[in-house]
């Protein structure tokens, strides 16, 4: 019996963060990622650990399915919920983590803004929040000990310099958007726009669209793109994998060959390797759900031993191009 749990879309309830003792880890030693010593045992550690939306795609998927195997490697009493992106229902899940007075939280916030009373709150009660991959907005940074995750600026700005190079600095390119009024999405957009309009004057913008992170929408938005633009598009950003690879099969579909559209995003996934391969992606980005979940975990055992932590900690990235795709390991998601 494990002492992981897996909520979906539901509030906290009292008896989901109880400890199922029976075969769990009991860690009574300090890991050496620590950096000081524990104030209670691993085996009673209670993190709460609130994910944006799981079922979206691949990554976020992975992320999850890597807190809980760590939470279990660890042998802490983790529960994970899945707000499936709503700011309201994750509001009442960080609610509900305060009420149980949990050791520390791990919040991938669905929001730059509606989270931050909660947060506050939560704060204000001596609960530790760590923010993961996404950040928080600057009026709710002050609750939080730290945030782990990507650089999504920079990784919008390599974007940029890898589609800018792969179009020799002119050409026409859409864009296929995240979520509106997500902070990853304002990043990946804003830092992207920027690097273009200061490095790559001459590519232009002929569209952009939201796709909200799902594949099958980006494939239906890059298809109207096609539709209005057709062979004037020489290049498409797409903000992550899982959306380019949905333009991938818009391409296929209006008879494109590999190569004939150069299409970017920030963070590769398994099948973006292959169809890097495959020639039809020409850039992405090196980003770990594995990683991103660890760093969290870490980070929230650390608060909540009142061990400092920095404001800011990255997980590792680096551009991926059909030059150098096989000195990287294929994405298991």
Same mark, same amino acid.
């Given at each position: 019996?494990?002492?992981?749990?897996?909520?979906?879309?539901?509030?906290?309830?009292?008896?989901?963060?109880?400890?199922?003792?029976?075969?769990?880890?009991?860690?009574?030693?300090?890991?050496?990622?620590?950096?000081?010593?524990? @104030?209670?045992?691993?085996?009673?550690?209670?993190?709460?650990?609130?994910?944006?939306?799981?079922?979206?795609?691949?990554?976020?998927? +992975?992320?999850?399915?890597?807190?809980?195997?760590? #939470?279990?490697?660890?042998?802490?009493?983790?529960?994970?919920?899945?707000?499936?992106?709503?700011?309201?229902?994750?509001?009442?899940?960080?609610?509900?983590?305060?009420?149980?007075?949990?050791?520390?939280?791990?919040?991938?916030?669905?929001?730059?803004?509606?989270?931050?009373?909660?947060?506050?709150?939560?704060?204000? *009660?001596?609960?530790?929040?760590?923010?993961?991959?996404?950040?928080?907005?600057?009026?709710?940074?002050?609750?939080?000990?730290?945030?782990?995750?990507?650089?999504?600026?920079?990784?919008?700005?390599?974007?940029?310099?890898?589609?800018?190079?792969?179009?020799?600095?002119?050409?026409?390119?859409?864009?296929?958007?995240?979520?509106?009024?997500?902070?990853?999405?304002?990043?990946?957009?804003?830092?992207?726009?920027?690097?273009?309009?200061?490095?790559?004057?001459?590519?232009?913008?002929?569209?952009?669209?939201?796709?909200?992170?799902?594949?099958? @929408?980006?494939?239906?938005?890059?298809?109207?793109?096609?539709?209005?633009?057709?062979?004037?598009?020489?290049?498409?950003?797409?903000?992550?994998?899982?959306?380019?690879?949905?333009?991938?099969?818009?391409?296929?579909?209006?008879?494109?060959?590999?190569?004939?559209?150069?299409?970017?995003?920030?963070?590769?996934?398994?099948?973006?390797?292959? *169809?890097?391969?495959?020639?039809?992606?020409?850039?992405?980005? +090196?980003?770990?759900?594995?990683?991103? #979940?660890?760093?969290?975990?870490?980070?929230?055992?650390?608060?909540?031993?009142?061990?400092?932590?920095?404001?800011?900690?990255?997980?590792?990235?680096?551009?991926?191009?059909?030059?150098?795709?096989?000195?990287?390991?294929?994405?298991?998601?």
């Amino acid at each position: 019996m494990s002492n992981f749990t897996y909520i979906v879309s539901k509030p906290l309830a009292a008896a989901a963060l109880l400890a199922l003792s029976a075969g769990a880890v009991v860690a009574q030693d300090a890991p050496e990622w620590l950096g000081g010593e524990l @104030k209670k045992p691993l085996s009673e550690t209670r993190i709460g650990i609130t994910v944006l939306y799981p079922g979206s795609n691949s990554y976020q998927a +992975k992320y999850a399915e890597t807190a809980e195997d760590y #939470a279990a490697e660890l042998g802490i009493q983790a529960t994970v919920m899945d707000p499936q992106g709503d700011p309201a229902t994750q509001f009442d899940q960080i609610q509900d983590m305060a009420s149980q007075n949990m050791d520390a939280m791990v919040v991938w916030p669905t929001s730059q803004n509606a989270l931050i009373p909660a947060i506050r709150n939560a704060s204000r *009660a001596g609960i530790p929040v760590v923010t993961s991959n996404s950040p928080l907005g600057e009026a709710g940074r002050r609750y939080i000990e730290g945030h782990t995750g990507p650089d999504d600026c920079a990784l919008a700005a390599q974007a940029a310099e890898m589609l800018g190079d792969a179009l020799g600095g002119q050409g026409n390119i859409v864009v296929v958007e995240g979520t509106p009024g997500y902070a990853v999405s304002i990043l990946r957009g804003n830092c992207f726009l920027d690097e273009l309009a200061d490095n790559y004057p001459d590519i232009e913008v002929l569209a952009s669209q939201t796709a909200e992170w799902n594949r099958e @929408k980006a494939q239906t938005v890059t298809e109207t793109f096609l539709t209005q633009f057709g062979d004037q598009i020489d290049g498409v950003y797409a903000f992550d994998d899982g959306m380019a690879l949905g333009v991938v099969s818009a391409l296929q579909g209006a008879g494109k060959e590999p190569g004939d559209v150069k299409v970017v995003s920030c963070n590769q996934f398994g099948e973006g390797w292959d *169809a890097m391969r495959e020639g039809w992606i020409s850039g992405s980005g +090196k980003q770990s759900p594995i990683d991103d #979940a660890i760093l969290a975990i870490q980070t929230a055992i650390k608060v909540a031993n009142g061990i400092e932590v920095p404001e800011l900690q990255e997980i590792e990235r680096a551009k991926i191009t059909p030059e150098n795709v096989d000195e990287f390991e294929r994405p298991t998601w």
